[in-house]
């Protein structure tokens, strides 16, 4: 049975899995507090929680369900507003009224669910985390300012929190309501069983298949991949990382080994979307997207990935950079499932850096993107790997660039002949992002920044120009 359970009722879904989380809250439930604002994981009007029974805890992240099948939700808690109102006000809704942090109101549920999804998290209150909830949510009244007033008075009230048993302080302080209590056991129960991944298309979170193609997925049921608790792991195991094909960005984010190899890796996710939508998309998806600016695709062709290709049976390995043939069009067939991504775990004399510039800094895809992995011994480079987004047809890997540094001292000189090398393998076009001038010269900029930042006692920016 497709059960889950919406605020305090048990659900028995007898829907097509692809049919839109949103849409069954606000049509089929009739509850309207969830808005429909962008339809594109945008704005944050549509935002749910749902809640994940996680080593007997539940573990509940906030969502645009204008992007999440129903079939991603089957054995969760998914919370809308209606599931945290009580008699009075809660904290958060009082807060925001408090300080006027609600005007014509349309955004203020988004705000509501993602500050109480906040609340709910086992982490110590923290001012900066509490902004970070809200970095999916936009108002186009407010200003932000009352807001963050709010959240800031939020903050302050969780300060007593009990992070060993944050629903039971939670509810003792009104903040939730106390069927919250009962949600683990009601969750066990539905005891839900992993549905094999069928013939359709394939769904990893869909926030990229639902903007590009909602009216052909809405009333159909759809493979679920990110849905499969087998496909969603991180390993280490003889000096190779391994990375289930359902493994979310905020996973990634979460991980404590992934962590272990980048130091820098928050800053590099929160260029990344929002968290509703890193909570719930997929690094496969990203791959598979093929989108020539895709962050993480440029992330994992800077660690010369392989990726692993499932169909029945049959199982391959290839590189990353080997996937992409052509705009869109990949070394791999329909029915395949990329399983796994893979890398060589850095060594200790290695570094990554990743660059992205874009419009605006946060919720925006990248103009062009770049990311490096550089291993150097004696001041020579002994291993690089290259990517670079937005500058051709496809996520490139750049095999010249790469082969010219191989072996070279780290010196201004090196690294400004390498950027003709790199100018001479790109084929940047003229769009909405920029004339390829523009463009050409962002990347030289980026590829200058790898080195800047990673090499800073060797190489200034006024040696470079
Ligand atoms: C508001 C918003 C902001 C965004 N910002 C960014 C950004 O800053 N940077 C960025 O790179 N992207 C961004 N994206 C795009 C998107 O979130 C990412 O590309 C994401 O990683 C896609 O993952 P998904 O699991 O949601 O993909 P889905 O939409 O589920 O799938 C994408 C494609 O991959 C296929 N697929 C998924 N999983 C598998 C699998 N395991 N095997 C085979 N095929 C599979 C699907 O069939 C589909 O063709 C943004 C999207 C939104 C809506
Ligand atoms: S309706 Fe705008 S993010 Fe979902
Ligand atoms: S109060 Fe109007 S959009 Fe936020």
């Known amino acids: 049975m497709r059960s889950f359970i919406l605020n305090d009722e048990k659900i028995d879904c007898h829907l097509p899995s692809g049919t839109l989380l949103l849409d069954f809250v606000r049509y089929h439930k009739a509850l309207k507090g969830t808005k429909i604002g962008c339809r594109e994981g945008d704005c944050g009007a549509c935002t749910v929680l749902i809640g994940d029974l996680v080593d007997g805890q539940m573990k509940y992240q906030n969502v645009t369900s204008c992007l999440t099948p129903i079939g991603n939700v089957y054995g969760k808690h998914v919370v809308s507003v209606e599931g945290l109102n009580m008699e009075d006000l809660t904290p958060v809704q009082q807060f925001m009224v408090d300080e006027s942090g609600t005007q014509c109101g349309f955004c203020t549920v988004g705000f509501v669910v993602s500050l109480s999804g906040y609340c709910l998290s086992n982490s110590a209150p923290n001012y900066n985390d509490a902004i970070a909830s809200i970095d ?9 300012k009352s807001i963050e007033r709010a959240t800031r008075k939020i903050t302050n009230a969780l300060q007593n929190k009990d992070t060993e048993h944050t629903v039971n302080w939670l509810v003792e302080h009104k903040f939730i309501p106390d069927y919250f209590l009962d949600i683990p056991k009601r969750i066990e129960a539905l005891n839900p069983v992993e549905e094999k991944i069928t013939k359709a298309v394939l769904i990893g979170g869909g926030t990229d298949l639902y903007v590009q193609k909602h009216d052909q997925l809405v009333d159909k049921e759809v493979g679920l991949v ?5 496909l969603r792991y991180i390993t280490a195991e003889n000096g190779v990382c391994t990375i289930g094909g359902g493994t979310t960005v905020t996973d990634l984010l979460e991980s404590e080994l992934f962590n272990s ?9 929160k260029l990344v979307s929002s968290s509703p939508i890193r909570n719930i998309s ?41 996937f992409y043939k052509g705009y869109k069009d990949l070394d791999k067939s329909k029915e395949e499932i990329l399983t796994s991504i893979s890398f060589v775990i850095p060594s200790s004399n290695s570094q990554f850096n990743l660059e992205k510039i874009s419009k605006r800094i946060h919720l925006d895809i990248a103009s062009v993107n770049s990311a490096i992995s550089i291993a150097i011994t004696n001041n020579t480079i002994e291993t690089i790997h290259i990517s670079a987004g937005g500058v051709g047809p496809i996520p490139s890997y750049l095999h010249r660039t790469v082969a010219f540094l191989k072996g070279k001292t780290i010196t201004a000189e090196n690294i400004k002949q390498a950027n003709k090398v790199l100018q001479s393998e790109i084929q940047p076009i003229s769009d909405v992002r920029g004339t390829e001038t523009y463009k050409r010269l962002l990347l030289r900029q980026l590829f200058y920044a790898h080195f800047i930042k990673l090499f800073p006692d060797q190489i200034s920016l006024k040696a470079l120009i």
């Open 226 to 230: 990110a849905h499969q608790n087998s």
């Open 282 to 322: 997929t690094i496969a998806g990203n791959f598979v997207n093929a989108s020539p600016i895709g962050d993480f695709t440029a992330f994992f062709l800077a660690l010369n990935a392989k990726i692993t290709l499932s169909e029945n049976e049959n199982e391959r390995t290839i590189f990353l950079k080997d």
């Open 261 to 269: 190899y980048f130091s820098n890796l928050s800053d590099h996710i």
């Open 136 to 144: 999916g949510n936009i108002c186009r009244c407010t200003g932000y």
